[in-house]
């Protein structure tokens, strides 16, 4: 193998007894939870809004950031949920330079796996400590959401990931809503299948065991938009967009349908300050349509405390160094506007 092997980490079992959770921690994730799970089984009619930067890149304006969210939701609670996004394996998509925290923990050091293993799971844990919240992380690398797996409250998997039949069979497993991202060339079906995968028991290989999965009921679809042939985006939260996604759920015995849709990404073309706007729309066509109001269950928006992104280096507090983000002023006005329109 054209590889050098340069040394075995540590298992998460030894990761979480080095850094565990206390019981009070654990029963507060455990009741939100179990809140999430009612949105998805159209037992809690509030609004799931997963928000936060596009990749958790430094501790301190992620805390930063998580505190002022925590203080707005004491005003919105009863009609969204809010579960933030602490994205800590979240490269730039190409995987040139930044590589996300679990890679380089500190931006502007080389790699060290070692110490970002333990920077992701102290962000974590730190959020829920601070806060109360329990958080979304994108399943970017299967083998790594035990590292992970007691604190988070939601996982995505991307656009990129969603073919991925690792990504599917381990998804079977989770006991957290996992959403599937439509593929960047758009077509529901891959989508549809990687639903249906998940919501199945399946048997197979993880981390060198032979596991058993009983499949996650909660396993639904996120609309992010795609790209045409020409690289171009294009939006796929339009009206008839979602009307198409209840008729395809309508052919598929699945359970608890729903569709997050993405503000972001192709959906606004990469230019965050449309997620309002998008919001906006959608909630219309929730009011609108019984069969769509039903299906859409949230947003998932990017947020950070300064608007747009900056080079790694660019030494803006709270600004993001990959996608560009919605900042702090606009965010506080997209959830009380939201808030109002309920």
Same mark, same amino acid.
Request: with cysteine; proline share 5%.
């Given at each position: 193998?054209?590889?050098?092997?340069?040394?075995?980490?540590? /298992? +998460?079992?030894?990761?979480?007894?080095?850094?565990?959770?206390?019981?009070?921690?654990?029963?507060?994730? /455990?009741?939100?939870?179990?809140?999430?799970?009612?949105?998805?089984?159209?037992?809690?009619?509030?609004?799931?809004?997963?928000?936060?930067?596009?990749?958790? @890149?430094?501790?301190?304006?992620?805390?930063?950031?998580? #505190?002022?969210?925590? !203080?707005?939701?004491?005003?919105?609670?009863?009609?969204?949920?809010?579960?933030?996004?602490?994205?800590?394996? !979240?490269?730039?998509?190409?995987?040139?330079?930044?590589?996300?925290?679990?890679? /380089?923990?500190?931006?502007?050091?080389? +790699?060290?796996?070692?110490?970002?293993?333990?920077?992701?799971?102290?962000?974590?844990?730190?959020?829920?400590? *601070?806060?109360?919240?329990?958080?979304? @992380?994108?399943?970017?690398?299967?083998?790594?959401?035990?590292?992970?797996?007691?604190?988070?409250?939601?996982?995505?998997?991307?656009?990129?990931?969603?073919?991925?039949? *690792?990504?599917?069979?381990?998804?079977?497993?989770?006991?957290?809503?996992?959403?599937?991202?439509?593929?960047?060339?758009?077509?529901?079906?891959?989508?549809?299948?990687?639903?249906?995968?998940? /919501?199945?028991?399946? #048997?197979?290989?993880?981390?060198?065991?032979?596991?058993?999965?009983?499949?996650?009921?909660?396993?639904?679809?996120?609309?992010?938009?795609?790209?045409?042939?020409?690289?171009?985006?294009?939006?796929?939260?339009?009206?008839?967009?979602?009307?198409?996604?209840?008729?395809?759920?309508?052919?598929?015995?699945? *359970?608890?349908?729903?569709?997050?849709?993405?503000?972001?990404?192709?959906?606004?073309?990469?230019?965050?300050?449309?997620?309002?706007?998008?919001?906006?729309?959608?909630?219309?066509?929730?009011?609108?349509?019984?069969?769509?109001?039903?299906?859409?269950?949230?947003?998932?928006?990017?947020?950070?405390?300064?608007?747009?992104?900056?080079?790694?280096?660019?030494?803006?507090?709270?600004?993001?160094?990959? @996608?560009?983000?919605?900042?702090?002023?606009?965010?506080? !006005?997209?959830?009380?506007?939201?808030?109002?329109?309920?």
């Amino acid at each position: 193998m054209n590889m050098e092997f340069i040394k075995t980490l540590q /298992q +998460p079992v030894e990761i979480k007894e080095m850094h565990p959770i206390s019981a009070k921690v654990t029963e507060n994730i /455990q009741r939100r939870n179990a809140d999430i799970r009612m949105i998805f089984e159209g037992k809690d009619d509030r609004i799931l809004l997963i928000i936060g930067p596009c990749s958790a @890149d430094n501790e301190e304006s992620v805390i930063d950031y998580m #505190t002022r969210l925590q !203080k707005l939701n004491d005003h919105v609670k009863d009609k969204i949920m809010i579960v933030p996004r602490i994205y800590t394996n !979240k490269p730039r998509t190409t995987g040139e330079g930044y590589k996300g925290m679990l890679h /380089q923990p500190d931006p502007n050091e080389a +790699p060290d796996l070692v110490k970002g293993i333990v920077a992701t799971r102290k962000l974590h844990m730190d959020t829920v400590e *601070q806060t109360g919240f329990s958080c979304a @992380d994108e399943m970017l690398y299967p083998e790594n959401y035990k590292y992970l797996d007691d604190l988070l409250s939601y996982v995505a998997v991307g656009a990129r990931s969603v073919e991925n039949q *690792q990504h599917r069979l381990v998804c079977s497993g989770v006991s957290v809503p996992v959403g599937m991202k439509n593929p960047t060339s758009g077509d529901y079906s891959v989508m549809m299948n990687a639903i249906y995968a998940a /919501q199945h028991p399946h #048997t197979f290989i993880y981390r060198g065991w032979e596991v058993h999965s009983t499949g996650n009921p909660y396993t639904h679809a996120i609309l992010r938009g795609y790209n045409n042939k020409h690289g171009q985006s294009m939006p796929n939260y339009h009206y008839e967009d979602i009307v198409r996604l209840c008729d395809e759920y309508d052919k598929r015995e699945l *359970q608890n349908p729903a569709v997050i849709i993405d503000t972001n990404h192709a959906n606004s073309g990469k230019n965050p300050f449309e997620q309002p706007r998008i919001i906006d729309e959608v909630l219309r066509f929730r009011r609108y349509n019984e069969r769509v109001g039903r299906l859409v269950k949230g947003f998932m928006v990017e947020s950070y405390l300064e608007d747009g992104n900056q080079p790694v280096n660019g030494g803006c507090y709270g600004k993001s160094i990959t @996608d560009a983000c919605l900042g702090w002023e606009k965010t506080e !006005k997209l959830i009380l506007d939201m808030a109002e329109m309920l």
